[in-house]
């Protein structure tokens, strides 16, 4: 290990023991204790949830069964927060309250009435003490917003000693957040802490000097997280998305109520929507980079219907390193950055240069994805660079990830820099040619990638080279494989034409031909992790070449129907 490396360790190292000192600081003891005090004799307004109900879940849960996070849970009359829980995954989904939406499809008083019995029974076994899964940050966050946009539902004829336990409630975890919001690792948590107390600081009774403050903070975390470009600063597609279900409601809540909206939130949520459709593929899917994983297209359309920026999509985000080229309804995203910092990285993969590509309603190459529900260890190996659809090194990813358990699974190394730029080129839009240098310092070579579409927008040509930062080819005794990945999507039928083609045929009939004369393309087995459904297996395409012999493949997509 090189001394940078040694020191860059060291630095997140002290910083991560920094912020936990400080949180357990500002935490003390008796925390519990410290976070009591009055509750609210009543509550304004329920902001509203743009998320889509699905009234069998509303019915399973009738029935003592909670579908949640791909597993179902019986409770048989029990109490589902004294139980073991089947999966981290689902331990989050079941404190954060979110499934509580569903119950508004049911219109039955019976049913109203065993949400409450749900509800309380939170309150008796995790209301009174903090601790746990059920006391972090983000989920409390998500519950507080969960809480205050279906109180309607909850306090439906509701008898009086309940209708206090909840506000109480409601008040006590306020205020614990508003405690801990600063020490919250940085990113989407923290922004969604801020927007949970400005939700709080309008929907309960508050003075006026707390809801000013509410929306200073508020604004102060949107200028930070939301880039120019109008992409959030963990450079995941989707968490534009999650936020902007949020966001939305919190605008019109300010409206509603006739306070002062926030300095920073309309500019923000006005940028964030041309960077949403950036990522949004003809088919109404959106791209797969940096933890993304599936979006069905009522989450989508749920947020899209309020975009009043129109337009086209741009052709790039600066900010946020991503570069788009689009012609005749085939479009292909490339990701041409790195994490914006280490405490940003959390959720990031080492899939620099990797890209998709989709054709009308259909995506053919995409990105391995991150999975919706499964376990850690899916998780971290969708973060791989073997997991997206670039080139690898000797079946190293080109960024590392740490395996601390104190640092968390940030990128401690690997990418530091990526150059890109765009050509015109004739009769066809722009190609964007772009490097990195996350295998310089193990094997002393760069990857550069170029891709264009031509006029028609039938054919997506794609060049990878590897060479040495001198900008020379590998030398002779350099003894790296590569092996380059087009990762496809599993409603895509493969069908082997030669050594290097390979047909690529949609539901629809419509059919590609990939072509790369400089290696065998081979059909492997491969895995999709962002399936709606869960894990899925599907196909991938690999090259595999020697570097030192052959530095260089160039490679084609040609629309054949």
């Known amino acids: 290990m090189q001394i940078s490396d040694r020191q860059r360790l060291l630095y997140l ?5 920094w912020r ?12 519990a204790f410290r976070f009591t005090g009055t509750a609210p004799d009543r509550l304004i307004v329920a902001p509203t949830d743009l998320r889509a109900v699905d009234p069998f879940v509303a019915q399973e849960i009738l029935q003592g069964r909670f579908p949640l996070a791909g597993r179902v849970l019986e409770t048989e009359g029990e109490s589902p927060f004294e139980m073991d829980l089947p999966s981290h995954e689902f331990a989050v989904r079941l404190h954060s309250f979110g499934w509580v939406r569903h119950m508004r499809a049911s219109k039955e008083e019976e049913a109203f009435a065993h949400l409450r019995h749900i509800v309380n029974d939170w309150m008796a076994t995790h209301g009174r003490y903090i601790g746990g899964i059920a006391w972090d940050a983000d989920i409390i966050s998500q519950r507080l917003i969960a ?11 509701a008898e009086h000693p309940f209708y206090r336990r909840f506000l109480k409630s409601l008040a006590f975890q306020v205020r614990y957040l508003r405690h801990i919001t600063d020490t919250t690792c940085d990113g989407e948590a923290r922004l969604r802490a801020r927007i949970a107390l400005a939700m709080a600081s309008v929907a ?47 605008r019109q809540t300010y409206v509603n109520l006739g306070h002062e909206v926030p300095a920073k939130l309309i500019p923000c949520i006005d940028r964030m929507y041309p960077a949403l459709r950036f990522f949004r593929h003809e088919g109404g899917e959106l791209a797969l980079f940096n933890g993304a994983t599936s979006t069905l297209a009522n989450e989508l359309m749920a947020v899209l219907r309020y975009d009043e920026t129109a337009g086209a999509p741009f052709k790039g985000l600066p900010h946020l390193q991503y570069e788009r080229l689009a012609h005749n309804n085939v479009v292909v995203i490339m990701d041409t950055g790195k994490p914006l910092s280490p405490e940003l990285s959390r959720t990031a993969h080492a899939g620099c240069l990797s890209f998709e590509m989709s054709s009308g309603r259909h995506r053919f190459v995409i990105n391995s994805g991150s999975p919706k529900f499964a376990g850690e260890r899916f998780r971290q190996l969708a973060r791989s660079t073997a997991a997206h659809s670039t080139v690898t090194i000797n079946d190293r990813s080109s960024s590392r990830l740490s395996q601390s358990g104190f640092l968390g699974p940030i990128v401690t190394g690997g990418v530091s820099k990526v150059a890109v730029r765009r050509e015109e080129r004739a009769g066809q839009p722009d190609a964007v040619i772009a490097s990195h240098d996350g295998y310089t310092q193990v094997f002393g070579l760069q990857h550069e990638r170029d891709i264009s579409i031509n006029g028609q927008g039938n054919a997506v040509r794609g060049r990878d080279r590897l060479f040495q930062p001198d900008g020379s080819e590998p030398a002779e005794t350099n003894s790296a494989v590569a092996v380059a990945r087009f990762h496809i999507h599993p409603s895509i039928n493969l069908r082997q034409h030669s050594a290097h083609e390979v047909y690529l045929s949609a539901p629809d009939g419509e059919v590609w031909l990939f072509t790369c004369r400089d290696g065998e393309v081979l059909v492997e087995e ?30 084609i997509f040609s629309r054949e129907a």
């Open 147 to 157: 809480w205050l946009s279906h109180s309607p539902i909850i306090l439906r004829n």
């Open 13 to 17: 190292y002290a910083r991560e023991g």
């Open 20 to 31: 936990r000192f400080s949180r357990r600081l500002a935490l003390g003891r008796n925390t």
């Open 204 to 250: 309960m009774p508050a003075s006026e000097a707390t809801i000013r403050k509410a929306a200073r903070n508020l604004d102060v975390e949107l200028d930070r997280q939301i880039l120019p470009d109008g992409g959030h600063s963990s450079r995941n597609p989707r968490t534009g998305l999650e936020l902007l279900i949020d966001l939305l409601p919190l």
């Open 526 to 555: 491969d895995i999709f992790f962002a399936d709606p459904s869960g894990v899925r297996k599907s196909s991938q395409l690999t090259i595999t070449f020697a570097v030192a012999s052959q530095p260089e493949i160039q490679w």
